[in-house]
């Protein structure tokens, strides 16, 4: 493992209506759905934790107090926790993101409120520097094939981002963790973080990093089934 070198703050979008998850949803948000016997939201820390990220800025709509609630400030999870609510409606992953930037600082890290993604942080962070660019997007080649390719990484940049509309060069997805300049994202003003991605690789503006680990997510229950069990072997083997 390798702790980040100068962590940056990191943002958690954990604001959306996590509708595939209904019913258990319906009542809690995503952040709380119980993962081998915890909220989701404490085997993320606690990873984030471990590879020296502990600035984290959770950015909340949806039955967000209850967030607050249970994990306050997140000392017990080894993390400084502070909050960003989406307001009486959901701004979108983009908007969620500018609200935020005032506890954000120069440059930061995002992941999706539903990715545990257990990989070196420090490299991805080192990588962003080194390419001095407006923004950098993760990305693993998709060898499966079980969803449609949407990212052309070539050069360590990425060339094209687009999910409905996939080009022959594309052979990569999004892999959930991206770093912004704060000024790439003040800038935009749509919702939705994708389009910027989007926007920032046609002109060659985004960064990319390839990774070899493959992720876990909870955006769905064969998501959150899977996590529970790589969760219970990862405990087996300590």
């Not at 990191?10 to 604001?15: D, E, K, N, S, V």
């Not at 934790?49 to 600035?55: F, I, K, P, S, V």
């Not at 440059?107 to 999706?112: A, C, E, I």
Request: with cysteine; proline share 5%.
């Amino acid at each position: 493992m390798s702790a980040v070198v100068e962590p940056m703050p990191l943002a958690i979008l954990a604001g959306g209506l996590a509708t595939r998850l209904h019913p258990i949803t319906q009542t809690i948000p995503k952040a709380l759905v119980p993962v081998a016997g915890e909220p989701f939201l404490a085997h993320q820390l606690r990873l984030l934790a471990r590879h020296g990220l502990r600035n984290i800025v959770l950015c909340v709509g949806h039955l967000g107090g209850q967030i607050e609630a249970q994990f306050g400030p997140g000392g017990d999870y080894g993390v400084e926790l502070r909050y960003s609510y989406d307001g009486p409606q959901l701004r979108g992953t983009a908007g969620a993101l500018r609200q935020a930037l005032p506890l954000l600082g120069e440059s930061f890290l995002v992941l999706y409120g539903d990715s545990y993604l257990d990989i070196d942080y420090g490299a991805v962070v080192r990588s962003f520097r080194e390419n001095n660019a407006r923004a950098l997007m993760t990305v693993i080649e998709n060898s499966h094939g079980t969803e449609p390719s949407n990212v052309w990484f070539e050069d360590r940049l990425i060339r094209a981002y687009n999910k409905k509309h996939p080009q022959p060069q594309m052979r990569h997805i999004d892999y959930g963790l991206s770093v912004y300049r704060a000024d790439a994202v003040a800038v935009y003003e749509g919702a939705d973080l994708s389009d910027l991605q989007s926007t920032l690789a046609e002109r060659g503006l985004l960064a990319g990093f390839e990774v070899t680990t493959p992720y876990h997510e909870i955006g769905s229950h064969s998501g959150l089934k899977a996590l529970e069990n790589y969760l219970e072997q990862r405990k087996s083997r300590l």
